[in-house]
């Protein structure tokens, strides 16, 4: 039998040492090595052959037939083969569809549902809205009808009398296809999983599912890696997609090494201040679709609200017939993934101490931010050296593409001027260090989704090939920074 050995992880990055050492050799971070005890004859994992000897079912489950018991049968693995890859495509099968869920938000950043089969990394701040969002996605897949999805949510944190209370308060607690198990050891909740062979798998959350097998504690190094790569393992062998809520540190990253998120085939983010009602979704990495999409909800006494009109918070309050302007305010059309949302941008200046000026940020490009300031002192004349600046965008939502330059500008410059722009008034366009306005892309729609929403003057930039674009009624092409700044009233 071979000897334990000790072994210290590092959290961050997965990386393994020998000895104990304050800053990880391999990826810098101070603090983050965790002693674990590896076991070598752990690696003859119990549960991997029950995984490995899946058997679906040959038919669906009829409506209100419950699981058969158990009569499993574990045949032997064939060994995978190399193929060309010209002989892997089966003209005659369908393509793989996705599971959608009905909540259009979440589905547009997974990039149109979840694939069978896939792992999905869900994390966020505590209290933001993690489980409510897991438990309304296991709720409107497993909704009564035809195209109703069987559903098995974990829950390793609450009872299952918790997770009802909640459903009823979600209004998801009379869904007949959602079987909520309250278990945090691994093995029992595969056999469940075989048992009730779901679509859809969500544990909640995997820091404090264990291995029994493993010498370690739920929520380390060692439990966590071990755990997500059996799930993963699950997902590709039995066809159900897993989706996995995790925690985050202090710093805002998943707790559990890097790894993690290497293992799963998407992760998301669920952001947001705790104290305020919007939430945006996003995802940071996908591999069934683009990273670039956002989902935007809103936490009510019933759950989460999609917020799909195309306007962050407080953008149409700004477009009503009866609003003020706002000196230091500006809202932008800015791109995020396949649809333009507005963008409120807001700008202060205070005194503050020459050679110790503050620039805080929120949202925005902090590069993107020093080059604005400098075109302003350099072309429009504003002493800023001594002013402290603080920028940032409402609701949450960053903003870091070039088109949300002549936002910033006139935000800032408004703050200084304590000048604002008429009400119902949008600006986009990239701002070049000769204090030149430079086009965008995709201008044409973003003009059109800030008409639609309710705008009556756009501020584009009046370059050539933006032409047809600005035949519009409302449209303002500006040719130089002076130019912008002349709108402020």
């Known amino acids: 039998m071979p000897k334990p050995r000790d072994a210290f992880i590092c959290r961050s990055c997965g990386g393994v040492q020998s000895r104990w050492v304050g800053k990880c050799p391999d990826c810098g971070a101070w603090g983050s090595l965790e002693h674990e005890r590896i076991d070598r004859s752990a690696e ?11 058997q679906p079912r040959t038919r669906p489950l009829a409506e209100g037939e419950q699981p058969a018991p158990d009569t499993h049968a574990s045949p032997a693995t064939a060994s995978p083969e190399a193929m060309p890859i010209n002989a892997l495509h089966n003209a005659d099968a369908p393509p793989p569809s996705r599971l959608r869920s009905g909540i259009a938000e979440l589905d547009r950043v997974l990039g149109g549902g979840l694939v069978p089969g896939s792992a999905v990394l869900v994390g966020g701040d505590p209290g933001i809205g993690k489980s409510t969002m897991m438990l309304q996605l296991a709720g409107a897949l497993a909704s009564a009808g035809d195209n109703g999805q069987r559903v098995l949510y974990v829950s ?14 979600l209004g998801v607690a009379d869904r007949d296809r959602l079987f909520v198990l309250s278990d945090t050891n691994l093995a029992r909740i595969v056999e469940q999983t075989r048992r009730t062979e779901p679509a859809v798998l969500i544990i909640d959350s995997v820091q404090m599912v264990y291995k ?15 755990c997500c790569a059996e799930l993963v393992y699950l997902a590709k062998l039995s066809g159900t997609a897993v989706v996995l809520v995790g925690h985050v540190t202090k710093d805002g990253q998943l707790a559990g090494p890097r790894l993690l998120e290497h293992l799963v085939d998407a992760v998301l983010y669920f952001e947001g201040d705790r104290y305020h009602a919007h939430r945006v979704l996003r995802a940071v990495k996908n591999r069934f679709g683009t990273t670039l999409e956002i989902g935007v ?39 995020t993934g396949t649809r333009c949302m507005l963008v409120e941008i807001q700008a202060l200046t205070a005194t503050g101490f020459l050679g110790a000026a503050k620039r805080k940020n929120s949202g925005i490009d902090s590069n993107r931010l020093a080059m604005i300031i400098a075109v302003l002192e350099q072309h429009a004349g504003l002493r800023l050296a001594d002013r402290d600046i603080f920028v940032s965008s409402v609701g949450g939502i960053r903003v870091a593409e070039p088109a949300a330059d002549l936002p910033l500008l006139l935000a800032i410059a408004g703050a200084f001027h304590r000048r604002a722009l008429p009400p119902a008034t949008v600006a986009v366009g990239e701002v070049g260090l000769g204090g030149e306005i430079r086009p965008v892309p995709q201008l044409e729609q973003r003009i059109a989704e800030s008409l639609r929403l309710g705008a009556k003057r756009v501020l584009v930039p009046a370059a050539p090939a933006t032409k047809n674009a600005k035949q519009r009624q409302g449209v303002v092409p500006l040719r130089s920074v002076t130019q912008a700044i002349e709108e402020l009233n």
């Open 44 to 54: 003859r994992d119990p549960q991997r052959g029950l995984i490995e000897g899946w």
């Open 156 to 169: 390793s944190e609450e009872s299952a009398e918790q997770v009802r209370m909640r459903a009823a308060r």
């Open 212 to 226: 029994a097998d493993l010498d370690a504690s739920p929520g380390s190094v060692s439990q966590l890696r071990r």
């Open 297 to 335: 909800f809103e936490m009510t006494g019933a759950g989460l609200a999609e917020v799909p009109a195309g306007a962050g918070p407080g953008v149409l309050e700004d477009f009503a017939p009866d609003a003020r302007p706002k000196p230091g305010s500006v809202i932008c059309p800015a791109l």
